[in-house]
Every structure is written in structure tokens, then in C-alpha cells.
């Protein structure tokens, strides 16, 4: 069974990232054979238009999978534009995509609906992702339930196709991630680069420590009684605790007399102890930068290689490649 997820090089990552994405790929993979991750550069186009500024977060990002634990023995890590053949595909689906489909697509209503202009990447970045899916012959496609429609599209396009053409493609399935895993920002809205509340996971510790202290806090009296559950300080802290420390933290919360500088202390403590190991395997492979080319090169010619096959299959079905016979 193979899974397959990519993820935008668009920033930093942040807490809700890992908890949210990340940690459950490193949970998920098993051999580079069952396990696909890509850095999705090319999706990243429709809003990044800065040549170095691309390249650089490209590269951010795989040193950060890689210190947050993506295993080249046990994953294949790439970059998407490293194979052309999921581009070469993404034609053969549009042919067979009607725009109906791509307009009811969340991202494109969005933005209409805001009366911004939407350019044909944002339009057509559902037909993308598509490819994405189904040039590996990907089973599992783990997503956060806001993007199963994006899984949703990519059946519809391949049982359009297969119904035109044969069964050429695997019909994918999404496998949502842990909805518990829900990261609160400094606010205590959801942790997005969209709201500017979040917590970066490579941050220095110093510069990262002096946002847990301003986080935002109600003014509730110190020695009321206060359910742990509610508060995003606790949430976030829980996310690094073992079971005893929850506990602990939780019956204070429900005893009373503490002050939101205790809990945001603690949360410091524990979130640097948390990513300590991941730090030091990030500057590992920051330090050596040609390991890192040698896993994306390995990992680009393993996902090429699948890749290929499927590109072939398709083409081979809808009649645009042929053998010419030679003298």
C-alpha cells in the first residue's frame, strides 16, 4: 500500500505543521517503496514569485523534514519539479476534467468570491494535485479534512479517465489526519502563517521563548479554578508532556492559584526539550548539504521511475504514444 502527501515550501515550519502533517508522515512511512513525500514547489508557484526566495524555502524544507525525522531508508523525499512526468500528465487529465468541477474547487470560489483576480495555477492547481496522486498509484493520501476535496477530485478525474480510456489509474483514498492534533496560535485562533500567530518549530529558542511569554491570556483572577481543556496555553503544552505531567499541569488548572506565567514557562521548557533531537539532525544535514542533494537526486529518480510507468500507461490508453518501426 503506498501513501502519498505533499507539502508547500511557502514558510517556515510551525507547530501546527508538525503536529498536524508532519509527525503523522514520520508515523507513516515504512520503506521508500510505501511512503512518497514531496516538497511541492511547483503549488507553490501560484503565490511565491520570488526566484531565490522559492529555492531557498525549497531547501529549508527538506532540511526540516529531514531534522524532524522523514527517513530517506524508510520514505522517498523529493521535490516535485524534479519529476516532469507528473507535469506531462496533468495535460492528459485536464483533457478529460470539465471546468464545472475545478470551479466548485475551494480555493478558486475563495478567492472569486473576494473579488481577487484568480489566475489558471489556482484554477487548474486541483488537475496538479491530481497528477500528484495518480502518477505514483498512490492508495493512501493523508490529508487534514479541509483538503478531502482535493482527494475527492483527483477519483473523479482518474474514473473519468479510466471510463474514457480503461482502468489506467488507482483509485486513491484520503486518510484524514489525527483532528485532535488541532494547533491554537499566540491568539488562540487555529495556528496558520495566514492569522501571523504561529510558532515556528527551527526557531531560536531565546527569540522563540519571548513569544510564548506574550501569548494571549484571559484575566480571569490567578486563584480561580480554570478547565485545562479550554485554555490554548494547556493544549499547546500537552502536545509535549507526557501523561504525568498532563495530569499534573490539568489539577493545577483545576485547583486554581497559579499564574499564566508558570504555564508559559513550562511550555518554553518543554517544546525545547520536545525538538532538541530534531535541531541537532537539521544541523546536521544543513552541515552537510551534499547528503541532502544525494537524498533528493535518490529520491527524484525512485518517484521518476513509478512515475514514468504510469505517464506510460496513460498515454498508451488515450493513443499518444506509439511505436514507429524502424528499418
Request: aromatic residues 10%; negative net charge; hydrophobic residues 40%.
Amino acid at each position: 500500500m503506498r501513501i502519498l502527501s505533499g507539502i508547500q515550501p511557502t514558510g517556515r515550519f510551525h507547530w501546527g505543521n508538525y503536529f498536524g502533517a508532519i509527525q503523522q508522515y514520520v508515523d507513516l512511512q515504512g520503506s521508500p517503496e510505501d511512503a512518497f513525500y514531496f516538497i511541492a514547489n511547483l503549488h507553490a508557484l501560484t503565490t511565491v514569485r520570488d526566484k531565490e526566495k522559492l529555492l531557498a524555502m525549497t531547501k529549508d524544507a527538506a532540511l526540516d523534514l529531514l531534522g524532524l525525522g522523514l527517513d530517506p531508508e524508510k520514505a522517498t523525499l523529493f521535490v516535485q519539479s524534479d519529476v516532469p512526468e507528473v507535469s506531462e500528465l496533468t495535460w492528459l487529465l485536464l483533457t478529460v476534467t470539465s471546468m464545472g468541477l475545478l470551479e466548485r474547487c475551494h480555493a478558486y470560489k475563495e478567492k472569486k468570491a473576494r473579488g481577487l483576480t484568480a489566475e489558471m495555477g489556482l484554477f487548474t492547481y486541483p488537475v496538479l494535485m491530481a497528477a500528484d496522486i495518480l502518477a505514483y498509484d498512490s492508495d493512501l493520501v493523508p490529508v487534514g479534512e479541509d483538503q478531502n476535496q482535493h482527494v475527492e477530485v483527483a477519483r473523479d478525474i482518474a474514473s473519468s479517465f479510466n471510463y474514457l480510456f480503461g482502468e489506467v489509474f488507482i483509485l486513491p483514498k484520503a486518510r484524514n489526519l489525527d483532528a485532535s492534533a488541532k494547533v491554537p496560535g499566540t491568539d488562540g485562533a487555529k495556528m496558520s502563517k495566514s492569522y501571523n500567530n504561529t510558532l515556528s518549530v527551527f526557531e531560536e529558542p531565546k527569540a522563540q521563548r519571548k513569544k510564548i511569554m506574550r501569548i494571549v491570556t484571559d484575566s480571569r483572577p490567578m486563584e480561580e479554578p480554570k478547565d485545562p481543556e479550554t485554555d490554548p496555553l494547556y493544549l499547546l503544552y500537552k502536545l509535549f508532556a507526557s501523561e504525568e505531567e498532563r495530569a499534573e499541569m490539568a489539577a493545577l488548572y483545576l485547583r486554581g492559584g497559579f499564574g499564566y506565567g508558570q504555564i508559559k514557562k513550562a511550555l518554553a521548557d518543554a517544546s525545547e526539550r520536545y525538538f532538541a533531537p530534531a535541531r541537532e539532525r537539521r544541523a546536521y544535514f544543513e552541515a552537510h548539504p551534499d547528503e541532502v542533494d544525494e537524498i533528493l537526486a535518490e529520491g527524484a529518480k525512485r518517484a521518476r521511475s513509478k512515475a514514468a510507468d504510469v505517464l506510460a500507461r496513460a498515454q498508451e490508453a488515450c493513443g499518444v504514444s506509439f511505436k514507429r518501426e524502424t528499418s
